[in-house]
């Protein structure tokens, strides 16, 4: 395997994307730091980047949320980001 540092995908200073290469596919691994106003997720929810095959999409995903917490008293409208993001992400994987 053959790992990549790739700045010329995403333009946000909180999003780092490597590449690799494995039998002549390539895949991409994502890693995302979220500030308090969400930045890079919605950066990346607006990015006309057409990427696939993400296997792997991290970061601190610290969204507060009841759909996922019970005990947590509030909805949020970035849990709502997230999801969108990592559903047009395996739309374009499959």
Not at 82 to 90: E, F, K
Request: charged residues 20%; aromatic residues 14%; negative net charge.
């Amino acid at each position: 395997m053959h790992f990549s540092f790739q700045r010329d995908i995403f333009d946000h200073k909180d999003i780092n994307c490597f590449s690799f290469f494995n039998n002549g596919s390539i895949y991409f691994m994502i890693n995302i730091y979220l500030d308090k106003h969400q930045s890079a997720l919605k950066y990346l929810k607006n990015a006309e980047v057409n990427i696939c095959n993400v296997p792997i999409m991290t970061g601190d995903f610290n969204i507060k949320d009841s759909d996922w917490d019970l005990s947590y008293p509030h909805y949020s409208i970035n849990s709502n980001i997230l999801t969108d993001v990592v559903a047009t992400t395996r739309h374009k994987v499959q």
